[in-house]
């Protein structure tokens, strides 16, 4: 069974769900192959053996990481011409994106991104125009790389072997064009990764101000779950933008998302219309979120938020 | 400073769209065309580099006829020039297609710097301007929410999920930008006068040296092979809150399994 290159995400040795959810796809399209770049797969490994990693091509050098994109790309291409894999799979991530197209370039591939499942022969299904369309498409040439959604496929686990492999790759000058001269962590405490959370609480105009996020906050402590805004919100300066779900932010797509204040324009809609469950507290009956809901409640939200954390408190 | 910037035009979100069913690919005939929203923003930091460090600012698009409502738009804004690729051997280009026939015209037309949105709100691959960096084998300096010259040095600040890595790079580069980065300014009545007489240069794929089995339906690397609309939300259940609202919703998700 031809191998199945998948690009492992992960943050100073903490594999992210998205990889587990890449490998439970890689096993329907043929072994799966992780390929680990940067140092910490020591700590990494059992996890990775647990989603059924067959294989794991470590490149361990740290100057693959201390430029943008280009290096992983330099490497995967390698890894394409020796290993002669059926495909790649990557996160549909900002980054992971990125590094398909580069990809695609150098091995004149196509490629799909953001795809929410793929199927036997890469053929790759997309949700589009804020999930009002599902489309199926396919690579005609080259290698198959593909960029899935992060949350869209259920991660589940099927031990293998994580038999390590140590790869190099000679970076050309290219590819140490853009230098990462510093990484800057900004605060984000212990909520779960917006991306990658299973619940997401979102808040927006309707939150009045900045101070008032502290209900979301706290309502999406209650649940585990990650804090989202409108860019209503982050345009006011309520929240952070990296918290920003839309067209022009974050796509999530988690189990359940709770909009808070949001009235639901397709700027939001687009990128949160494919969470699984959905529910929406507003106060204005006729704002367009409730044609999305599974559940809504058409009050006060200073009322109604504070009063289900606590109901969620109470029943843990 | 020769600042490109790379403008797409795509249907307004705000009404509908929809794919042909012959080809599979966008009908651009269903929606008014708008500027990529995240091209403004390009558009944007484009002109305050100028301001900043002089220069000239030049607006390059592919698309249909059409697609000139954009560049007069950019023009608007205060960019000096444009060149509108417009070929019918173009349409239906994937990113891999698209890259290589941008990559042929900025070599011809020359660059300090390519400045793009990260990503349109039609296809939304963001995958444009790491591809352009790709090919043109220089600096990919992408989701900027911060950018600064000082010569031939350029730093940005790259968005990232913890947060920023601050980037530093030599120019020439490729730039992509995010919402944060600025606020775009709108077109004053005297820029809106003034773009009438700027220079508008339109090329064909052959003009261009883009050799035509590379782009378009039939050169592209990968085809959408069938659509269709998404199975419609059940109806969800939608109560007024008479002060037990909070309680209502734990009850759902306690149906749910979710608490």
């Not at chain 1, 982050?234 to 022009?248: L, N």
């Not at chain 2, 030049?58 to 444009?82: E, F, N, Q, W, Y």
């Not at chain 2, 339906?217 to 659509?227: C, M, N, R, T």
Request: glycine residues 10%.
């Amino acid at each position: 069974m031809a191998e199945v290159l998948v690009l492992v995400d992960h943050v100073d040795g903490e594999v992210k769900k998205v990889t587990l959810e890449l490998l439970t796809a890689a096993r329907r399209l043929g072994e799966p192959a992780a390929v680990w770049v940067g140092p910490g797969f020591e700590g990494a490994k059992e996890k990775l053996a647990e989603y059924g990693a067959a294989k794991v091509y470590v490149a361990a050098d740290e100057e693959l990481t201390s430029y943008v994109v280009a290096p992983k790309v330099e490497l995967l291409a390698q890894l394409v011409a020796d290993k002669s894999p059926a495909g790649v799979l990557l996160a549909a991530t900002g980054e992971g994106k990125e590094i398909a197209g580069r990809l695609a370039v150098k091995l004149d591939s196509g490629v799909l991104t953001d795809v929410v499942d793929v199927a036997d022969g890469f053929v790759g299904e997309h949700s589009i125009f804020g999930g009002a369309i599902i489309a199926h498409a396919k690579v005609k040439r080259g290698t198959p790389i593909v960029a899935v959604r992060p949350n869209a496929i259920a991660a589940e686990p099927a031990p293998a072997a994580a038999a390590e492999e140590q790869v190099s790759v000679t970076l050309s000058d290219a590819a140490r064009s853009a230098k990462i001269v510093e990484k800057v962590v900004q605060e984000k405490g212990e909520r779960p990764d917006l991306t990658e959370a299973a619940i997401v609480v979102s808040g927006g105009r309707g939150v009045g101000g900045a101070e008032n996020f502290k209900i979301i906050e706290d309502l999406a402590d209650s649940l585990g779950g990650a804090v989202g805004a409108s860019r209503a919100a982050t345009d006011a300066g309520w929240y952070p933008h990296q918290f920003q779900v839309g067209q022009t932010g974050k796509t999530v797509s988690p189990q359940l998302y709770i909009a808070v204040g949001i009235s639901g324009a397709i700027q939001h809609r687009a990128g949160m219309q494919t969470s699984k469950t959905i529910v929406a507290i507003n106060k204005d009956p006729d704002a367009p979120i409730f044609e999305l809901v599974d559940f809504g409640v058409v009050g006060d939200l200073f009322q109604v938020a504070p009063q289900l954390t606590e109901e969620i408190n109470k029943r843990k | 400073m020769n600042i490109v910037v790379c403008v797409k035009q795509v249907p307004d979100t705000e009404s509908p769209r929809k794919l042909k069913s012959d080809d599979n690919t966008l009908d651009r005939g269903a929606a008014d065309g708008v500027i990529n929203e995240l091209d403004e923003y390009a558009i944007e930091e484009a002109l305050l580099l100028k301001e900043a460090h002089g220069g000239e600012v030049t607006v390059l698009t592919m698309g249909p006829d059409k697609a000139t409502d954009s560049i007069r738009k950019a023009l608007a804004m205060g960019a000096d020039k444009a060149v509108h690729l417009v070929d019918d051997a173009l349409a239906g280009s994937d990113a891999l297609g698209t890259s290589y026939a941008i990559q042929q015209v900025l070599g011809r037309i020359g660059f300090d710097l390519v400045i793009l949105g990260s990503e349109s709100t039609d296809a939304r691959t963001g995958m444009l301007p790491a591809m352009l960096a790709e090919r043109l084998g220089v600096p990919q300096l992408t989701l900027s929410s911060k950018v600064e010259i000082d010569g031939s040095a350029i730093k940005v600040q790259r968005i990232t999920d913890y947060g920023y890595d601050k980037v530093e790079a030599t120019l020439p580069a490729v730039v992509s930008v995010v919402e944060k980065i600025n606020e775009p300014r709108y077109p004053s009545f005297k820029g809106i006068m003034a773009a009438k007489k700027k220079p508008v240069e339109t090329l064909g794929v052959a003009d261009a040296g883009i050799e035509a089995d590379k782009v378009g339906l039939a050169g592209s690397a990968s085809e959408v092979v069938d659509f269709a609309e998404a199975p419609p939300r059940a109806k969800g259940q939608i109560v007024t809150d008479e002060g037990d609202g909070g309680v209502k919703i734990a009850e759902f998700l306690a149906s749910k399994k979710f608490v």
